[in-house]
T-cell receptor, first 111, second 116 residues
């Protein structure tokens, strides 16, 4: 099955700075790459996703980039705020089938 | 219900006992996943059901773990002869069939299992 690697495992930034989380995947057939945010004590929730037919997608302060050749994708959060503090998970799948997650990144935004 | 429902929300059991965890997915969702999340850790894939296809059981950590999904809806994860290392939150998620425009997984609140 798909293997997803994610780094860093922890990330601390000052409020207003940018945060970048990177993931690599193993199966070149994977074509759907979502990102989930899990706040403390809550369930993971989808924040943004990208399909392999595009290289970048943006939604307000959040953007994802995809490099199919290198099999890696990244989450970019600009102008970070304390409420962005959470654990972020990347995932990969083939046609949103059989989803596998990375190990997560704990983001702390210091006010 | 409107979301994925899991029960029990909390389960404390003694080592060696069997436990059953239940997941009721969103109506119409053909895909159902079980993940395990140990304290402060990631989402460990356990098993995936998709429609009437044979489930992907490749994530089950040992033969003490099994899961079934009856009638393409409710799923039960069974852990036999529980061990302390089984203590974790077990998360269930469901999604629409593969190939549709959205691949979003909707997670339940999880079942927190503590093995004493």
């Amino acid at each position: 099955g798909e293997n997803v690697e994610q780094h860093p495992s922890t990330l601390s930034v000052q409020e207003g700075d940018s945060a970048v989380i990177k993931c690599t995947y193993s199966d070149s057939a994977s074509n759907y790459f979502p990102w989930y945010k899990q706040e403390l004590g809550k369930r993971p929730q989808l924040i943004i996703d990208i399909r392999s037919n595009v290289g970048e997608k943006k939604d307000q302060r959040i953007a994802v980039t995809l490099n199919k050749t290198a099999k890696h994708f990244s989450l970019h959060i600009t102008e970070t705020q304390p409420e962005d503090s959470a654990v972020y998970f990347c995932a990969a799948s083939i046609g949103n089938n059989d989803m596998r997650f990375g190990a997560g990144t704990r983001l702390t935004v210091k006010p | 219900g409107a979301g994925v429902s899991q029960s029990p929300s909390n389960k404390v059991t003694e080592k060696g006992k069997d436990v059953e965890l239940r997941c009721d997915p969103i109506s119409g969702h053909t895909a159902l996943y079980w993940y395990r999340q140990s304290l402060g850790q990631g989402l460990e894939f356990l098993i995936y059901f998709q429609g009437n296809s044979a489930p992907d059981k490749s994530g089950l950590p040992s033969d003490r773990f099994s899961a079934e999904r009856t009638g393409g809806s409710v799923s039960t994860l069974t852990i036999q002869r529980t061990q302390q290392e089984d203590s974790a939150v077990y998360l269930c998620a469901s999604s629409l069939a593969p190939g549709v425009n959205t691949g979003e997984l909707f997670f339940g609140e999880g079942s927190r299992l503590t093995v004493l």
